[in-house]
């Protein structure tokens, strides 16, 4: 028995080890624009979903979801995270589509995560997926408001989505 045992673990440090060898002498393609395998998506979104679990804090949204903050929130949002994310008029962005996993698309499918968890990840960002930590960025309210503006993106009143648009521009510009 003690040796099936000690087989086993051999079998298993020699599987770590040569996973460990294949990734060091770059057998393992970390190319952005190739599609990662099913199992290596499978198994970091797990990843990411139970990290996130374990360490957003319980807190709740202290914001509340009214008109100005959902301003608020829409600025902040636009100037930091509509290139990626996308925004009314280019709900799929083609700059959001070029990283590997592909960036959510907001206004195509809003966040599903709770209040507490979306704050956790825009503060502290995702690894190795191109999700910045805003930190050391935004401050804590208008990381909440951000938060806000997610929560109710499918909802929101008029003057946040007003944000959005762009500026008339005066008919009698020079030429």
């Known amino acids: 028995m003690r040796n099936f045992l000690l087989g086993i673990v051999f079998t298993l440090v020699i ?6 060898l294949a990734a060091q002498t770059g ?3 970390f190319r952005a624009d190739q599609k990662p395998s099913a199992l290596e998506t499978k198994v970091a979104m797990k990843a990411v979903d139970a990290s996130t679990d ?5 807190t709740s ?3 509340p979801a009214n008109e100005e903050n959902l301003v608020a929130g829409a600025k902040i949002y636009l100037d930091n995270c509509a290139g990626c994310h996308g925004e009314p ?8 589509h070029s990283f590997n996993p592909p960036v959510p698309q907001f206004f195509k499918d809003p966040p599903d995560m709770s209040d507490n968890e979306n704050f956790y990840i825009v503060q502290h960002g995702i690894r190795w997926t191109g999700m910045p930590a805003w930190d050391h960025t935004l ?3 208008q990381t909440w408001e951000v938060v806000t503006f997610l929560s109710a993106i499918g909802k929101l009143p008029p003057a946040a989505q007003k944000v959005f648009e762009s500026p008339a521009l005066p008919a009698d510009l020079p030429k």
């Open 15 to 20: 599987i770590v080890v040569a996973g460990l």
């Open 27 to 29: 057998y393992v393609d």
């Open 54 to 58: 374990r360490h957003a804090s319980k």
């Open 61 to 63: 949204n202290p914001i």
């Open 89 to 96: 008029s280019d709900p799929e962005s083609e700059f959001g």
């Open 139 to 141: 401050s804590t309210a």
